[in-house]
C-alpha cells in the first residue's frame, strides 16, 4: 500500500492553519478521552503527550484518559456513536483498522459508521526481534524464514489492523512463511516479545524506540532512515517499495453537530503544533500529519480507496 495523500503535505500543514486555530478556546468540561486499545502502546502515550498539553493550554480542565479495549478496537469503535455528542467526548481512532476490520465482517460497524475529526500522526512500520535473538540483520531473518516456512511467529497489534497487514505483506514481498500472532493492543504484545515469546513484532517505530535497550529493529517502512536509529535499513533499500503503517486521530459520535467537530478539530490543530508536542512526537518516533474537518472528506476518501485495494491483495476477509 502506498501512501498517495501527501505526507510532506501534512506534515507541514501546520504552516498553513488559520489564526482561529491558535486562539482556540478552552472547552467549558473536561474532556473524555476514550481509548479502544489498553494502556502501554502507541494509542495511550500520545494521548498522554494531549493530555499533557491540553492541561497546560488549558489548566481548568481534565482529560480523562479511559479505556474500553476489545477485539482490536472494534469494541470502542461500535459503541461510540452511544456516547454523548456533548463535544467532549471523544475517541481515538485507526487506520487503516477502521477500514480494514468491517471489510473482514466481524464487527459491528461500518467504517462510515466512525466519524474522524482530526488525524494527528502517523507512525510506520517496522520490524523488530528481541535483543536476545540469534537473528542480526534483516538478511539473516529471511534466510531463517526460508529455512523453516511457517515456524517463525510475529507478534502483532489486533486483528484486520495496520500490523496485521504489515505482516501480510511481508511475507508476501519476501516470498516467506511466517505466522502472525494477534494481541489486544502493543502493551500486551511487548512481554510476549521481551519474554521471546514470539520470535518478533511487525510493529511500529515508537516500540522500537521506548524499547531500543530490549528490541534488536531489522527493518522500517519509511522514505529514508529513521535519525534515531540511523543503522536500521529501509524496505526501499531492501527493494520493496514499503512507506507504510498507521494513522492515529479522533472521532466522535455521527450526532456531533458541525460546530462540535469544528471546535475539536481546531483543538486538536492547536495541540499538534504546540513545541512541546512536537519535541515528544520527535522523541517517541510520531510523526505529525494535521488532517482536520476541511480535509476530511477527501481524505477518508483516498484511504478508503486505496485500503479497500490493499485488503483484497492481502487476502484480508477471505476464508
Known amino acids: ?37 489498553p494502556p502501554g502502546g502507541e494509542s495511550d502515550l500520545s494521548a498522554r503527550h494531549q493530555q499533557m498539553v491540553l492541561k497546560k493550554k488549558c489548566a481548568a480542565i481534565e482529560t480523562v484518559v479511559q479505556y474500553k479495549a476489545g477485539a482490536g478496537g472494534a469494541l470502542m469503535w461500535t459503541q461510540m456513536n452511544t456516547l454523548p455528542a456533548d463535544g467532549v467526548n471523544v475517541v481515538g481512532i485507526n487506520l487503516p483498522h477502521i477500514v480494514f476490520q468491517p471489510i473482514e465482517g466481524q464487527v459491528q460497524y461500518k467504517t462510515s459508521d466512525v466519524t474522524p475529526v482530526y ?43 495496520a500490523n496485521h497487514a504489515a505482516h501480510e505483506r511481508l511475507n508476501a514481498a519476501f516470498n516467506v512463511k511466517t505466522i502472525y500472532i494477534p494481541f489486544k493492543g502493543t502493551g500486551d504484545m511487548t512481554t510476549a516479545v521481551l519474554g521471546s515469546q514470539v520470535d518478533g513484532a511487525i510493529t511500529y517505530v515508537p516500540f522500537a524506540i521506548t524499547n531500543k535497550a530490549r528490541v534488536r529493529p531489522l527493518a522500517v517502512a519509511m522514505e529514508q532512515r529513521h535519525p534515531l536509529m540511523p543503522e536500521v535499513p529501509t524496505f526501499k533499500e531492501l527493494g520493496v517499495n514499503w512507506v507504510d503503517g498507521a494513522y492515529r486521530g479522533i472521532g466522535v459520535p455521527k ?65
Not at 3 to 30: E, I
Not at 124 to 143: N, Y
Open 119 to 161: 488525524w494527528f500522526h502517523y507512525t510506520p512500520d517496522i520490524l523488530v526481534v528481541p535483543v536476545a535473538s540469534p537473528i542480526k540483520t534483516f538478511a539473516e531473518f529471511l534466510t531463517a524464514a526460508k529455512k523453516e516456512p511457517g515456524k517463525m511467529s510475529f507478534g502483532g497489534s489486533g486483528l484486520n489492523s
Open 1 to 37: 500500500m502506498r501512501l498517495n495523500f501527501s505526507l510532506r503535505v501534512l506534515m507541514t500543514a501546520s504552516a498553513l492553519l488559520s489564526a482561529a486555530a491558535f486562539a482556540q478556546p478552552c472547552p467549558d468540561k473536561n474532556v473524555q478521552y476514550w481509548q479502544a486499545f
Open 255 to 319: 450526532s456531533a453537530t458541525p460546530e462540535q467537530k469544528k471546535r475539536l478539530s481546531d483543538l486538536w490543530a492547536n495541540l499538534n503544533n504546540d513545541p512541546e508536542m512536537k519535541e515528544l512526537a520527535a522523541k517517541n518516533g510520531f510523526e505529525l500529519v494535521n488532517v482536520g474537518v476541511e480535509q476530511m472528506d477527501a481524505f477518508m476518501k483516498e484511504r478508503t480507496q486505496l485500503y479497500t485495494e490493499g485488503a483484497a491483495r492481502l487476502g484480508l476477509g477471505k476464508k
